[in-house]
């Protein structure tokens, strides 16, 4: 059974940073990785992909050059995804999930496609 598990998250002021990671266990052929969030009364929306092969990356134009997705360098370091979250505004305010996929053309990707998904962290950015 795949399991998707976060952790980071909380509260910070406008202009902080946090660090949010994903570790999956139980199957380790996921071909993409992704970060997504869901404000009060919005979609969830996809905010950054990192396809596993070739460590690429792709990004919302609302967090392009604030967050960063990545994964350690380390063994079995395709098990793991990070999320920097940096320069954090009030509209970064949502619930964050990870989630992961088998399927191709990973930057591609919209949220229904991605299979197995973490169990969501808070973040609030307060002014």
């Known amino acids: 059974q795949v399991q998707l598990v976060m952790s980071g998250g909380g509260s910070v002021e406008a202009g902080g940073s946090l660090r949010l990671s994903c570790v999956a266990s139980?199957?380790?052929?996921?071909?993409?990785s992704g970060w997504f969030r869901q404000a009060p009364g919005k979609e969830r929306e996809v905010i950054a992909r990192?396809?596993?092969?070739?460590?690429?990356?792709?990004?919302?134009e609302s967090v392009k050059g604030r967050f960063t997705i990545s994964r350690p360098n380390v063994p079995n370091g395709k098990n793991t995804v990070y999320l920097q979250m940096n320069s954090l505004e009030p509209e970064d305010t949502a619930m964050y999930y990870c989630?992961?996929?088998?399927?191709?053309?990973?930057?591609?990707?919209?949220?229904?496609?991605?299979?197995?998904w973490g169990q969501g962290t808070q973040v609030t950015v307060s002014s």
């Open positions: 989630a992961a996929t088998s399927k191709p053309y990973c930057h591609t990707l919209s949220a229904q496609e991605f299979d197995n």
């Open positions: 139980g199957y380790t052929g996921h071909y993409c």
């Open positions: 990192i396809f596993t092969a070739s460590g690429s990356t792709s990004y919302a």
